[in-house]
């Protein structure tokens, strides 16, 4: 039996903005009804602020959950701030989602992504449909395509099949693709790998300076904390750090847990945080 938290349960006995808006100014849709899930998320927006939203959904609980608390986390939010908001960021915000109902959120955060795709860009939901299925399928049971699977990759630090499963459902059923995901895995790691060594150590530095500014200093600031790069030698990379952090993605998580992980993440694999009074 999977451990729901209290807020995952009240979100699914009590969701949210359930129903449609006509006239919506973005719709977005994400999954299949054919797989077993679906989500449709209809926004309306004025002055580049989300004003009202509101979501129909076919799934499980965690489907419903994920759907409602993400109504919650963009209404009255503009249009930059709800592109930022993640499937991490849903799962936290539900207090988390068991490992094997994570694709829940990844749902929710591609639903989103397609209704915003669709208000930027102006493109039809049929054309957008069209793309996809131009997209190359790698598990057929659950419609989940190659780009699919990358960013969540990408975005989740996924390292094996069973996590790639968790988070997209691809390789659940017959498994037949299971060989596919763990190739796309490992081309990704090599990828990053390549990349991070191509790196001159002037635009290490800069790189780290910059994750710093956008996204970590970013994250802390929102508790009331900060952080101040002071050194960098090599691998090693000293820092200030002053208050707390709630959104950190495990509540256990240590601050400089959250700024090795996040520079580990986002720049090299071999980064080692030093905090210094």
């Not at 790069?229 to 750090?241: N, Q, R, S, Y």
Request: net charge negative; glycine share 8%; hydrophobic share 35%.
């Amino acid at each position: 039996m999977w451990d729901y938290s209290e807020k995952v349960i009240e979100h699914y006995r009590n969701p949210r903005n359930v129903g449609k808006i006509d006239n919506a100014d973005a719709i977005g849709v994400a999954g299949s009804l054919a797989c077993g899930d679906q989500l449709k998320i209809y926004l309306k927006i004025e002055n580049n602020i989300v004003t009202d939203a509101k979501f129909q959904t076919f799934g499980c609980g965690s489907a419903v959950a994920s759907s409602s608390i993400l109504t919650e986390m963009i209404i009255g939010k503009t249009i930059d701030e709800v592109k930022k908001i993640t499937n991490q960021d849903i799962a936290d915000q539900l207090g988390g989602l068991p490992p094997e109902k994570m694709h829940c959120s990844v749902m929710g955060y591609e639903a989103l992504e397609d209704a915003l795709k669709n208000y930027d860009d102006y493109v039809d939901l049929d054309e957008l449909r069209q793309e996809k299925v131009s997209e190359k399928i790698i598990c057929t049971c659950f419609g989940v395509t190659e780009n699919q699977i990358w960013d969540a990759i990408k975005h989740n630090g996924l390292k094996t099949v069973e996590e790639v499963t968790n988070f997209t459902k691809a390789g659940g059923a017959c498994g037949r693709c299971k060989e596919a995901i763990k190739d796309i895995i490992d081309t990704y790691y090599k990828k990053e790998a390549n990349e991070e060594s191509s790196l001159s150590p002037a635009q290490k530095i800069l790189k780290i300076s910059k994750v710093i500014e956008t996204q970590i200093a970013a994250e802390l600031q929102k508790d009331g904390g900060d952080i101040t790069l002071v050194d960098i030698d090599g691998p090693k990379v000293f820092v200030k750090l002053r208050g707390k952090c709630s959104g950190c993605k495990n509540a256990m998580m240590t601050l400089k847990g959250f700024v090795e992980n996040t520079l580990k993440e986002a720049v090299d694999r071999n980064i080692e945080v030093v905090e210094v009074e």
